[in-house]
Each structure stands twice: as structure tokens, then as C-alpha cells.
């Protein structure tokens, strides 16, 4: 199990009491593995902090306000691919049968593209299978990391942790087509309905670990952290 991708996984679900309460063995999980640089560790744990410390409710209507309401900001990777056509069905179910072909069973109403939801599968894999899988929607992940940091948002730290992971240069065309798309108005509910395309993303093959996966709001009460590991008692949340 790659702790870090299981860290990064919580950091994008929605705020909860839980993961608050969690925090502290979140930032240890992050630090024992030193699978990201010093620098992605600390700015990760200034958004964990940031969240653990804060108002929940303030921290809940910001992640809303974002990923929510947001389409160019949508955690869903396949609303960067195929916006609301039919093709996003199929990649729906090819995605989801990578997961059961990988052992993982998708429980409750959470999409298979959820970002949260795909790195939770990452951590299931060995370090080379993840970072490959990771590098097909690099681009995304990179133009989604820009778009939060041109809006000063703390999160933008987790996506530029996530192209560190994959060890890849997205391609500067790429960037370059999804940055001319103007991120929406929250409160623009007619710029809500414009849809977003983007290059076709598809996942290769990984080496699976047979287990089951939880929705995606119920990742930290399955979420275990080796002890040994951590110097510390692993922790379990419950569901919000």
C-alpha cells in the first residue's frame, strides 16, 4: 500500500470532522514514506493543517465553491475528456472495470473517474504500476493544479504533488490548449453548462492488489497505516 497516494486521496474528499481528527496521522503517513519532496510534503501539510485547523463549515463551502461548482475545477477526470457526451459512458465503465479486473469494487454513488477515487486505486498498486497509470491525465492534473494556484488556492498543492509522482513533463501544447479555457464564475450558472474537452485519457495496465474499495467519503474509516511505519497507533476514521 502506497501511503501517500492514500494521503492525497483524503486531502481532495470533501472536509469532514473525521479527517480533521485525522490529520496528525495523515502528515506522519506523508512524512514516514518521503515519497514526495520536502518541499510538496510541507506544502500538503499546510493544506492539511489548513483544514484540520479551520472552520469545517468554512473549509466545506470553500471545496464546494471549487470543486463543485467549478466544471474547469471538477475532480472528475472524464469531465475533462468527454464533458456530458456519450463517450464519457463507455470510459465510465472501462475505468471501472480496470478497478474490479484490479480487485477493487466501487461502493456507493462515487464515479469511477472521482479523482479521490482513482488515487485510492493508485495506492493499491506497486510504485511503477501507479506512476504509469498516473501519467496519462499528467496534462490534467497539471492545468488543474495551474487554475488553483491562479485563484490562490492551497489544494493546487496536491496536483502539482501528483505530476511530481508521475514523473512526467506534460506537453506544453497541451497546457497550453486546456489554459485557454476560462475558469467559470461559481455563481455564473450559465457558464456552469459550457462543457470542457480535452485529449482522450486512457489508463494502461497496472499490477493489481486484490482488496475492495469504499466510497469515496468513507476512504479514512478504511484508510490503515502500517505502525511500524509511523512510530504511532493507526487510525480509522468513521463516516461523516
Known amino acids: ?22 490529520a496528525r496521522d495523515l502528515l506522519l503517513a506523508l512524512n514516514a514514506e518521503c515519497l514526495l519532496a520536502a518541499k510538496d510534503r510541507a506544502a500538503i501539510g499546510a493544506l492539511i493543517d489548513d483544514i484540520a485547523g479551520g472552520d469545517l463549515l468554512e473549509a466545506q463551502s470553500r471545496y464546494v465553491d471549487l470543486f463543485d461548482r467549478t466544471r474547469a475545477l471538477s475532480l472528475h477526470l472524464f469531465e475533462h475528456v468527454h464533458g456530458e457526451s456519450r463517450d464519457r459512458g463507455q470510459a465510465m465503465v472501462s475505468l471501472a472495470d480496470r478497478y474490479r479486473a484490479g480487485g477493487m469494487e466501487i461502493a456507493g454513488k462515487e464515479l469511477p473517474d472521482y ?6 486505486f493508485l495506492s493499491r498498486q506497486t510504485a511503477d504500476s501507479a506512476r504509469a497509470m498516473l501519467k496519462e491525465p499528467a496534462h490534467i492534473l497539471a492545468a488543474l493544479g495551474e487554475r488553483l494556484r491562479k485563484r490562490g488556492s492551497a489544494y493546487a498543492a496536491v496536483f502539482e504533488a501528483l505530476v511530481a509522482l508521475s514523473e512526467s513533463k506534460p506537453s ?23 462543457i470542457w474537452e480535452e485529449t482522450e485519457v486512457r489508463f494502461g495496465p497496472g499490477d493489481a492488489k486484490p482488496d475492495t474499495c469504499p466510497r469515496a467519503d468513507d476512504m ?4 490503515t497505516i502500517p505502525s511500524e511505519s509511523l512510530n504511532t497507533q493507526p487510525f480509522a476514521g468513521e463516516d461523516a
Open 115 to 120: 479523482i479521490p477515487l482513482f488515487l485510492e
Open 1 to 22: 500500500m502506497i501511503a501517500t497516494y492514500k494521503v492525497l486521496s483524503a486531502a481532495l474528499s470533501y472536509p469532514t470532522a473525521d479527517f480533521q481528527g485525522a
Open 172 to 194: 506544453r501544447a497541451a497546457l497550453a490548449e486546456l489554459q485557454e479555457t476560462q475558469i467559470e464564475n461559481p455563481d455564473d450558472l450559465e457558464a456552469l453548462d459550457r
Open 220 to 223: 479514512l474509516r478504511k484508510m
